[in-house]
């Protein structure tokens, strides 16, 4: 089965929500690749709806430019709204 | 458990000092408890031990469907025979998910099948045992399936993090399975001839110490522990599971009214443990080595179904060519 494409799958859990990945599965075809993530992953109503994606399609950052990609955002605190004090008397905002 | 014996290839653990630079912030991150992600940096022995490992659950949850599909059509009422397919449906996707962790080390699905085969790659001994009557669906849902959710739970936390999100699905599914079967047997107890309570009493009789024998050697003859608990890969020896199985298993033996074949079971006062007596390891370590019962009608099942499967495999690729061709000529 190695030979199959192997698809990354995505599951909405509940309307509303984001799909978030669950795991991958082998399959001959996209239509298959439904199918066997349905099977295996909304056995007991996990989902409310499946993408399955091709995995060598995805582009994933490396591990080792996470210093690059990341970091530069570590001293940009003023992006956070717990940087601004306000007085108490302003109430919540 | 489901792995047992699992080899890291490693005679003594390094300091911290002895390491590579890399292998001391692996090591480092290990410790502080960071999950390894499959593309991070990781020793060569850490990829190998996992493969070994992950493999042989995985191909424990496969051919753990065997002695159960045995069962399917002699289940005593649909309602049993809906409950022992929808347990078997979950073992098998329990090993597609670890595959699928697998798979995140480079490793080829198909190629690790195949050491399986070829009686290079182990599944846990407790399959090899045969299960003669109903009874025993019910003593492997709560004895094996039980002895497997102790060591699953622990393993909730293992380091890697591919493994680690397979376990937590695992063992969200894995609570039925053991109720099931308890349930079997609590009926059979409560409702059943005295020769259906007798069958109880000895599925309970053959399958105790194969479950207890699931947890691996002990410590002290288990060389590899000490590395994979390094690693983090493991988070609790075989003992300290064993002892965790036994002594939440015993008050749900004594509410079934059943007894454990072991004369030197009791409650250990003084610790709040149970004492127990001697597994029999040349029987563990026969059976390892495909000696058991059922080694090698298990292993021809599953070569059995992978061949004759085969033509399935091939129609489906076929089908999948030409609606390909369609599409593009349309």
Not at chain 2, 255 to 275: I, M, Q, S, V, W
Request: negative net charge.
């Amino acid at each position: 089965m190695s030979e199959w494409r192997l698809y990354e799958v995505f599951v909405r859990s509940k309307h509303g929500l984001n799909h978030k990945h669950v795991g991958s599965v082998h399959a001959s075809d996209a239509e298959m690749a439904m199918e066997n993530a349905r099977d295996l992953y909304t056995r007991r109503s996990e989902g409310v709806s499946i993408w399955v994606v091709p995995s060598d399609t995805i582009t994933a950052s490396a591990s080792d430019e996470k210093e690059v990609l990341f970091d530069p955002s570590e001293d940009k605190i003023y992006r956070h709204a717990s940087f601004y004090e306000l007085p108490d008397e302003v109430g919540h905002m | 458990m489901y792995a047992q014996l699992v080899e890291t290839g490693a005679k003594r653990l390094k300091t911290l000092e002895e390491m590579s630079p890399e292998e001391r912030e692996f090591q480092e991150k290990v410790d502080a408890e960071t999950k390894i992600e499959p593309k991070n940096w990781m020793p060569e022995g850490y990829r190998k031990t996992l493969v070994r490992q992950i493999s042989q659950h995985a191909h424990s949850e496969v051919v753990g469907m065997l002695p159960e599909g045995n069962w399917v059509t002699r289940a005593p009422t649909l309602k049993r025979k809906l409950q022992l397919m929808a347990k078997i449906q979950d073992e098998a996707g329990h090993g597609l998910y670890l595959y699928s962790a697998m798979e995140t080390l480079g490793a080829d699905r198909d190629e690790e099948i195949e050491k399986l085969h070829q009686g290079k790659a182990k599944y846990s001994s407790i399959f090899n045992y045969p299960t003669l009557n109903w009874a025993d669906m019910g003593a492997v849902g709560w004895l094996v399936d039980g002895a497997a959710i102790v060591n699953q739970v622990v393993l909730q936390r293992t380091s890697y993090g591919p493994y680690s999100r397979a376990m937590v699905r695992i063992c969200k599914e894995e609570s039925f399975h053991q109720r099931q079967g308890y349930q079997i047997l609590l009926d059979m107890m409560r409702e059943g001839t005295d020769e259906q309570k007798a069958m109880v009493q000895d599925a309970i009789n053959r399958l105790w110490w194969p479950a207890l024998m699931m947890f691996g050697p002990h410590d002290d003859e288990s060389p590899n522990s000490q590395q994979s608990m390094a690693w983090k890969i493991k988070r609790k020896t075989n003992d300290e599971l064993r002892q965790m199985f036994i002594d939440q298993t015993v008050p749900q033996l004594e509410f079934l009214g059943c007894t454990a074949p072991d004369p030197d079971l009791k409650r250990n006062e003084k610790t709040g443990h149970y004492d127990f007596g001697e597994i029999n390891w040349q029987e563990f370590y026969d059976v390892l080595k495909g000696n058991g019962p059922c080694n090698r009608e298990r292993i021809n099942t599953r070569k059995k179904a992978i061949d004759e499967g085969g033509w399935v495999r091939e129609a489906a690729v076929a089908y999948a060519r030409k609606q390909k061709q369609r599409t593009q000529a349309a």
